[in-house]
T-cell receptor, first 112, second 114 residues
Framework: DQQVKQNSPSLSVQEGRISILNCDYT??????FLWYKKYPAEGPTFLIS?????DKNEDGRFTVFLNKSAKHLSLHIVPSQPGDSAVYFC???????????FGTGTRLTVIP | DVKVTQSSRYLVKRTGEKVFLECVQD?????MFWYRQDPGLGLRLIYF???????EKGDIPEGYSVSREKKERFSLILESTSTNQTSMYLC?????????????FGSGTQLSVL
């Protein structure tokens, strides 16, 4: 059963506007969350993370929000740029565990 | 920067052939992982290893085996390939321990089984 879900397979946004990518999880033991970005024919690269003790983490144009009560997190990209076009994966982990659980990914297309 | 190197970018094999996918990391990481990525299914864990000669099954281990004889190297073995093993295979490593869950990925191997 998928413990991390990304219900939107794709998203298109105009350049300069905000991109919002969503992720839901079912396991209440998860306490560390990450976003990865993947270009075609390349491995995923780490983008940003958040611990469950926070509800927001910001790094430049990227902000991740965590709503623990709703078991929901989102990634905001402002302003969106054509180079942001990629597949974005949400991942979650439990402290001390060796494994990450990944969502199915959202393909973001930023239109110039 | 951590470097995770996968031996092949593209492979084409015939059904029933044996395949070795090699992965090497250069940052003395404890943990190594093999995932496969398929459209609509995301990244699914095949096997992982948290120490030399140690291995743990992931979500989809059937049809695969692994070997970790040295800390820096983790191999994925497909004993007898089938067409449903056509996929992008991704190796990853992590430092391990609390607070070090971040994975570093290789560039991937696109395997096509005909």
């Amino acid at each position: 059963d998928q413990q991390v879900k990304q219900n939107s397979p794709s998203l298109s946004v105009q350049e300069g506007r905000i991109s919002i990518l969503n992720c839901d999880y079912t396991n209440s033991m998860f306490d560390y969350f990450l976003w990865y970005k993947k270009y075609p024919a390349e491995g995923p690269t780490f983008l940003i993370s958040i611990s469950s003790i926070k509800d927001k983490n910001e790094d430049g144009r990227f902000t991740v929000f965590l709503n623990k009560s709703a078991k929901h997190l989102s990634l905001h990209i402002v302003p969106s740029q054509p180079g942001d076009s990629a597949v974005y994966f949400c991942a979650a982990s439990e402290t001390g565990a060796n494994n990450l659980f990944f969502g199915t990914g959202t393909r973001l297309t930023v239109i110039p | 920067d951590v470097k995770v190197t996968q031996s092949s970018r593209y492979l084409v094999k015939r059904t029933g052939e044996k395949v070795f996918l090699e992965c090497v990391q250069d940052m003395d990481h404890e943990n190594m992982f093999w995932y496969r990525q398929d459209p609509g299914l995301g990244l699914r864990l095949i096997y992982f290893s948290y120490d030399v000669k140690m291995k743990e099954k992931g979500d989809i281990p059937e049809g695969y085996s692994v070997s970790r004889e040295k800390k820096e190297r983790f191999s994925l073995i497909l004993e007898s390939t089938s067409t449903n093993q056509t996929s992008m295979y991704l190796c990853a490593s992590s430092l391990g321990g609390i607070g070090n869950e971040k994975l570093f990925f290789g560039s991937g191997t696109q395997l096509s089984v005909l």
